[in-house]
């Protein structure tokens, strides 16, 4: 998935999620800082949200079930994924991959797991932190030798 795809996904998306938070058009508008007219274009497929307001939407309605069941999880990590592909970054302890992951690889107290939606990776340790996202398998299992060199000094 990349940030186009993300958008389509939050454009299909954005007008059952106003429902299932049983917001009127004009108060989801304002959630999200677009206009009214903005949202019913976007809600009739006419035009597209932004890479701003697709975060936005789905970070103030990251518990949403709609979002859940289109990104295999918190949209959280594939935005993260998606904006810092590449990039080290300090993650939070994760819930282990119970639901929308599977273990691709396991190695000196890592593994690295793959989002069976999203299909982006990410490098666990053992206590369930993340420490990397890619969309990349080969670019994951590079910084996973890395991690462990590091850890190995």
């Known amino acids: 998935m990349d940030r186009n795809e993300f958008i389509d996904a939050m454009n299909k998306h954005i007008k059952l999620i106003r429902t299932e938070y049983n917001l009127p058009q004009d108060k989801m508008a ?20 932004s890479w701003s307001a697709a975060v936005t939407a789905a970070t103030i309605f ?56 999203s299909t982006h990776y990410r490098i666990l340790d053992i206590e369930n932190r993340k420490y990397y996202s890619s969309f990349s398998l080969t670019d994951t299992e590079k910084k996973l030798e890395e991690i462990i060199k590091r850890k190995e000094k």
């Open 62 to 117: 990251s518990d949403s079930e709609v979002l859940q069941n289109c990104f295999g999880g918190e949209a959280s990590d594939l935005i993260r994924a998606l904006a810092l592909d590449d990039i080290d970054g300090s993650y939070r302890i994760t819930h282990g991959g119970r639901v929308w992951w599977q273990n691709v690889e396991e190695k000196n107290g890592f593994v690295i797991q793959q989002n069976m939606i």
């Open 30 to 49: 304002v959630a999200l800082g677009i206009s009214k007219k903005t949202l019913v274009e976007i809600e009739k497929g006419r035009i597209s949200l």
